[in-house]
């Protein structure tokens, strides 16, 4: 019975020392067996989501609005009816001035990002003074 009691533990023990050599010795007929890796975690990629086209404001639109500018709750921010004025020519922004009756004209873009909490952007390509 001892004999099987180490016997065991050393045939174990010469298994993974065999293993452990890699293919140094005379394994030319054994098969070797293949390498047991885990894979990776697949990593969900963000689907982009679509509103459906009902509720999605419509973009790029001209419009032309003629009204008298209104300061916004926010400093240097400046509407014309429901619109805020998006406007980056400096000629043109000297001409904006809260009171002054305008006629505009631009680019309706309802999905830009402001600091100003009200209004539909408008980003104006033409503005005259009345």
């Known amino acids: 019975m001892n004999i099987r009691r180490i016997s065991l533990p050393l045939l174990v023990a010469l298994a993974l020392a065999g293993c452990a050599n890699g293919s140094t010795g005379d394994s030319a007929g054994a098969p070797s067996a293949p390498a047991v890796t885990s894979p990776a975690p ?14 999605k404001p419509p ?14 709750v926010e400093p240097n921010c400046l509407l014309l009816e429901d619109h805020l004025l998006i406007i980056s020519d400096a000629k043109l922004k000297a001409a904006a001035k809260t009171g002054a009756t305008v006629t505009v004209t631009g680019r309706v873009e309802p999905g830009m990002m402001t600091t100003c909490q009200q209004g539909t952007p408008l980003v104006v390509t033409a503005l005259r003074a009345n």
């Not at 697949?42 to 509720?55: D, G, L, Q, V």
């Not at 973009?59 to 916004?72: F, M, P, V």
């Open 42 to 55: 697949a990593i969900p990629s963000p689907e982009p989501t679509e509103e459906p086209s009902a509720t």
């Open 59 to 72: 973009s790029g639109g001209t419009k032309t609005l003629t009204g008298t500018i209104t300061a916004g």
